[in-house]
């Protein structure tokens, strides 16, 4: 699966799911996790992006505090670590967000039940959370954490106003004055000094502790706070003991609730893993689609994940009417993106997100996916890159089974034609006789006639535009699209004799080889064109005009159509109108168009008054009266 997951790029769309994790823990697993093939794994994974969606939609935000590091964190206290004040307090928070999830999702447990029923049981350490929030305050160990702690912090700061006091007698006194460099106390690592000018220094009582780069000035901890400054440095060493010890009891806790906290966390995270899934599923504004194991795949209106904005939307179908789709087409029509569409958000169904398309889509979960997309080339085996594909698809070919989907990418291309083609024929088969489905992309003819004739294979071809000479990326499944080669030729206008004897050049490869004389002719023919677009109310259009789309209101015959943009019914050439979806496909059978072209009060008035309501009658007759008003106020002038 490692395989088709790097053809695929299912890793970039695991690393936007990873992106939107809030826990590092979380994020390792992300990263980790395989993709299941068991149906009621994938089916539970649908409801929780589910249910996700709907909490993130109704703009409620999961509790989910001290997260980001408890993996680290705990992982400190196994080993026996013991957690700065600032580590304590981001465990508090943890613990405190559990209990807050909890209820969070009791009081949502309705609309969330699968959600509610894991964390439901999450265990209760409230009396670990108040404890650490008693005994660390400002991301310090509090002074009421214990009476010795209380005592000797009292005591520092008796020590240190001493201190402060005999250094400030010092500045201050006369005959000190002219030996001061600055009149101040600098804090030299454990010491609190003096800056002395240098010539100076041997007429100072005290320690010299440090000099200036230049040596103009000496740092001295004068003999006076010298005694207080060392008693200063034991209280200190015995703060420092007694925070150690209010830190240690307090991990100690944490220690002791091990197998509870590894509940916490475990449960924590999956709903973690869980919102990170419905995140990127609301992003991509996907839908929670049908699962199978009976390899049906439909896909309405699907796009490419990772081409959201430039994707055409597919149209999909296998494992029902045929297993086998032999897709044909231009260069860089699209063909490569459908496979790795149909195969991607299969992987994506699998691994629990939801997907870009339209409701009614159901996804085939498979035991396994193959893939042979794109070059195959090694060069450090030295292998060519029609060698890479079948070294590739000789390991497929070994694995394949039934409830398998295999998606392979040009199929016997580069090499001789007519080996290549009955080579992939072959091929194809055999994974057919093996019960797998598979999805294959082709240029040879002889491989579309196999899809044509099959009675489980159906050909397709990715539509071409032959005015623009541009490929559509469309799917169209039950065709093979003529060669664009041809197309493109015709639109050069080459010769109708041309075209056609080519096109029996590649069905039955007679090919002349007489040597004759003949005149030089060319037979140029138009091409006939398009047959005029008669419009439906509601068709949904765009005006070349107004560069937006619209509604088409009314269809006037000639060459004018009226549209609805921008609130108002507005004329406009046809040939600057451009079809995009009928009503048809818009609307439900029965749907009332006039209603796209009118606002809800007018409509509600009108079905008002078309019922026969009183207070409609009256403020229509009212409205009659005052135009009757107006009409005689101005025959009156």
Do not use: C
């Amino acid at each position: 699966m490692n395989h088709t997951i790097k053809q695929l790029q299912f890793e970039q769309i695991r690393n936007e799911v990873i992106a939107r994790a809030i826990g590092n823990y979380t994020k390792e697993r992300i990263a980790d996790m395989s993709i299941p093939s068991n149906l009621q794994t994938v089916q539970a994974r649908q409801t929780e992006t589910k249910e996700a969606r709907l909490i993130l939609e109704s703009n409620q935000h999961v509790p989910f505090m001290g997260l980001t590091r408890i993996g680290g964190l705990t992982s400190q206290v196994k080993k026996g670590l013991v957690l700065t004040p600032a580590e304590l307090i981001e465990y508090a928070d943890f613990l405190r967000s559990s209990r807050m999830i909890t209820r969070f999702f009791e009081k949502n447990q309705y609309q969330t039940p699968l959600l509610y029923s894991y964390s439901k049981n999450l265990p209760d350490l409230q009396y670990v959370e108040e404890l650490i929030y008693q005994q660390i305050n400002n991301q310090r160990v509090s002074d009421d954490a214990s009476r010795n702690l209380r005592k000797v912090r009292k005591q520092l700061q008796v020590v240190e106003k001493e201190i402060q006091d005999r250094l400030m007698k010092f500045l201050r006194h006369p005959s000190n004055k002219e030996m001061i460099q600055d009149a101040m106390i600098v804090q030299k690592g454990e010491h609190a000094t003096i800056p002395i000018k240098a010539s100076y220094k041997n007429k100072v009582a005290g320690t010299i502790i440090e000099q200036s780069n230049k040596g103009t000035t000496v740092f001295i901890e004068p003999t006076a706070v010298a005694k207080a400054n060392e008693n200063y440095q034991l209280l200190k060493a015995e703060e420092i003991t007694e925070e150690y010890q209010v830190l240690a009891t307090l991990t100690g806790a944490l220690a002791e609730n091990e197998q509870a906290i590894d509940q916490i966390i475990e449960t924590v995270t999956v709903l973690d893993i869980i919102f990170a899934r419905g995140k990127y599923s609301r992003e991509i504004n996907g839908i929670t689609p049908q699962i199978n194991k009976s390899e049906r795949v439909t896909i309405k209106q699907g796009k490419h994940p990772l081409l959201l904005e430039k994707a055409v939307p597919l149209d999909f179908h296998l494992g029902t009417a045929y297993r086998g789709l032999v897709i044909t087409g231009a260069n860089a029509g699209g063909k490569t993106v459908v496979l790795k569409t149909v195969g991607l958000l299969t992987l994506m169904a699998m691994f629990g997100l939801q997907v870009p398309a339209e409701k009614g889509t159901e996804l085939a979960i498979f035991d396994e996916i193959f893939v042979d997309i794109g070059d195959q080339q090694d060069i450090a085996n030295a292998l060519s890159t029609f060698s890479g594909h079948m070294q590739n698809i000789a390991e497929i070919l070994q694995k394949v089974k039934r409830n398998t989907l295999v998606l392979l990418d040009e199929i016997g291309s580069g090499t001789e034609p007519t080996e290549g083609a009955a080579l992939a024929i072959a091929i194809m088969d055999a994974m057919y006789q093996k019960g797998a489905l598979i999805v294959a992309t082709t240029h040879y003819g002889e491989i579309k006639q196999f899809a044509e004739t099959h009675e489980d294979f159906v050909p397709a071809a990715m539509a071409f535009d032959r005015e623009a000479l541009q490929p559509k990326y469309l799917l169209q499944v039950g065709k093979t699209g003529e060669s664009q080669a041809l197309w493109i030729a015709q639109k050069m206008q080459m010769s109708k004799e041309l075209i056609l004897q080519a096109q029996q050049y590649l069905t039955n490869k007679n090919y002349p080889m007489k040597k004759r004389e003949f005149k030089q002719r060319i037979d140029r023919t138009l091409i006939e064109p398009k047959e005029k677009r008669i419009f439906s109310k509601g068709d949904r259009i765009f005006s070349t005009q107004h560069q937006k789309e619209g509604l088409v209101f009314e269809d006037l015959g000639e060459e004018t159509v009226v549209i609805f943009i921008d609130e108002q019914l507005l004329p406009i050439y046809r040939q600057r109108v451009i079809f995009k979806r009928s009503a048809e496909e818009l609307y439900p059978v029965g749907y009332d168009l006039d209603s796209l072209f009118t606002d809800f009060k007018t409509r509600k008035w009108e079905k008002d008054i078309a019922r026969g309501s009183k207070k409609a009658h009256k403020k229509l007759l009212k409205e009659a009266r005052l135009r009757q008003a107006e009409r005689e106020k101005e025959q009156g002038k």
